[in-house]
């Protein structure tokens, strides 16, 4: 079974950056499209990037310019950087399968923006 372990979040100021990272178990990694998601108090999960297997992305207009998704098929790891973070982009961040998540949730990782 896949499972899911997301690092890299933490305290940063408003324009700060972060990168993100969520390690996955499982040889079928490299088959499948990834996304990033995120879920802020009293808020629904959202998606916040997507790539493919290809390594096409897509991301929504609120964080379009601002975070980039990449993979490593090699070391089944995909990321996140975040740049020109906004307190509204405080959240819990999660990785899945895109489209339809199909891997148990992880923990996940704590993204706080705040000065």
């Known amino acids: 079974q896949v499972q899911l372990v997301e690092s890299g979040g933490g305290l940063v100021q408003p324009g700060g950056s972060l990168r993100l990272s969520c390690a996955t178990s499982?040889?079928?990694?490299?088959?499948?499209?990834m996304a990033w998601y995120r879920q802020a108090p009293g808020k629904q999960r959202e998606l916040v990037a997507g790539?493919?297997?290809?390594?096409?992305?897509n991301y929504p207009d609120s964080v379009k310019g601002r975070f980039t998704i990449s993979r490593d098929n090699v070391k089944n790891t995909v990321y996140l950087q975040m740049n020109s973070l906004k307190p509204e982009d405080t959240a819990v961040y999660y990785c899945n399968s895109h489209f339809v998540p199909q891997f148990p949730w992880g923990q996940g990782t704590q993204v706080t923006v705040s000065s």
């Open positions: 499982g040889s079928i990694f490299s088959h499948y499209a």
């Open positions: 790539i493919r297997s290809g390594g096409s992305t």
